[in-house]
């Protein structure tokens, strides 16, 4: 871990729990040997029906991954997956989780084997002081995470992993506890997001399902807000998302696919390229826009 990473990632805690972070990074450490930074994700995850489906969004999803060298692991945190509580599966073998209904037989009949990363989990564990956390194998990989990562590694020979979201806590927390994952990106763990930026499922405009791009005023306000925001480094209005006003009401009606994005948005540095794709809107009240940052 670079010098200045390092001192950004104790500074997070108190002064009274810097002596629990040293240790727990310095069993992180001799756990795990070091890495390039590998860049963050959040994904725009959309319908199910991506998981088999061959158009520009997957396409982007499979071109991202092109980008940069494969990882160790992969750490999803999906929008599938709320608690009581914050959770990392420790499975070797996660199961395929189809967390849908009434959708075409040939989805329900995928599945992606990839391992598990049990010890990459733990090591996460140790790592992470803001809260406890607890390893499980009572659940698998949920389709936000499967329906995209299959996509960008199709031989599901990654590891694959995943965090819970709490859902008792406020934004602001689940900003804090992706800064606490910092430590992942230079250990050769690829953490994904996964989500949608705007997503209403109860507004959708089913006769505008296949008219590429539409999207109703409020929606094209919040998203083009976002981007900006996202754009900008403005995450200070993310985290308020909830004060942003009626679109954003619209935009965001349930956090679960929203914070993702807050984990990715933590774990941007300062010398990391920004940048959008999949920026698309679909049906009215979704958006498929997805993030990247980079070090090159």
Not at 184 to 206: D, M, P, Q, Y
């Amino acid at each position: 871990m670079k010098r200045n990473q390092f001192l950004k990632t104790v500074s997070l805690l108190p002064f009274t729990g810097t002596a629990m972070k040293l240790n727990a990074l310095n069993k992180f450490s001799s756990d795990l040997p070091a890495t390039d930074a590998l860049p963050v994700l959040f994904l725009g995850h959309g319908s199910p029906m991506n998981a088999i489906e061959d158009n520009e969004f997957t396409r982007g999803f499979k071109d991202i991954s092109s980008r940069f060298e494969k990882p160790r692991a992969i750490l999803c945190v999906s929008a599938h997956w709320e608690t009581r509580g914050t959770f990392l599966t420790a499975n070797e073998h996660p199961p395929t989780i189809h967390d849908f209904g009434g959708f075409p037989q040939a989805l329900y009949d995928v599945q992606y084997p990839a391992p598990g990363a049990p010890d990459v989990a733990e090591a996460t564990q140790q790592l992470i002081t803001k809260t406890e956390v607890r390893l499980t194998d009572k659940w698998g990989l949920d389709h936000g995470a499967w329906s995209v990562i299959r996509h960008m590694y199709p031989d599901a020979d990654i590891p694959v992993f995943q965090m819970s979201l709490n859902y008792l806590e406020s934004p602001q927390y689940h900003f804090e506890l992706g800064q606490e994952l910092a430590a992942l990106r230079r250990k050769g763990v690829l953490i994904v997001g996964s989500g949608n930026l705007v997503h209403n499922l109860r507004l959708v405009a089913w006769n505008k399902i296949d008219t590429a791009g539409y999207a109703f005023d409020w929606a094209q306000e919040a998203r083009t807000k976002m981007n900006q925001w996202i754009l900008d480094g403005n995450y200070r209005a993310l985290i308020d998302y909830k004060k942003q006003g009626r679109a954003f009401e619209l935009a965001v009606p349930t956090p679960d696919h929203f914070l993702p994005l807050l984990y990715i948005l933590a774990l941007i540095e300062g010398n990391d390229d920004v940048s959008l794709f999949n920026d698309q809107a679909v049906a009215g009240s979704l958006t498929m826009t997805s993030v990247f940052a980079s070090q090159g």
